[in-house]
Nanobody
Framework: QVQLLESGGGPVQTGGSLKLSCVAS????????MAWFRQAPGKEREFLAG?????????????KYADSVKGRFTISRDNTKDTVYLELNSLKPEDTAVYYC?????????????????WGPGTPVTVAA
């Protein structure tokens, strides 16, 4: 079983940026589709972005984004470092949430929470108005 640990969250002003990291241990990250979710207080956990194992493809999309973050957030991965990243730009107060990374050994990027078999403990992001 892979273990995941997020970092990089914290307080930020509206319009600011953060770069979250998720480091995997136990198994190499190259075995997994990786994704980022978030959960705001009182709300359900929501899909933000996912990335395939191999990003070398030129004929297919290797990433998938929720409409709410498309163009503002960017997911990437470095399999040599067993790390996946989420760059957050143009942050808004409604982006305040705990951000989680997740791993799936399947073959398509899923948007449902139930599609992922491993989760990190989360890192909080607070966007001040």
């Amino acid at each position: 079983q892979v273990q995941l640990l997020e970092s990089g969250g914290g307080p930020v002003q509206t319009g600011g940026s953060l770069k979250l990291s998720c480091v995997a241990s136990g198994r190499p990250i190259r075995r997994y589709i990786m994704a980022w979710f978030r959960q705001a207080p009182g709300k359900e956990r929501e899909f933000l972005a996912g990335i395939l194992r191999n990003t070398d493809f030129v004929t297919i999309d290797t990433t998938k984004y929720a409409d709410s973050v498309k163009g503002r957030f960017t997911i990437s991965r470095d399999n040599t470092k067993d790390t996946v990243y989420l760059e957050l730009n143009s942050l808004k107060p409604e982006d305040t949430a705990v951000y989680y990374c997740a791993a799936d050994s399947g073959y398509v990027i899923q948007t449902a929470v139930t599609g992922y078999e491993a989760w990190g403990p989360g890192t909080p992001v607070t966007v001040a108005a």
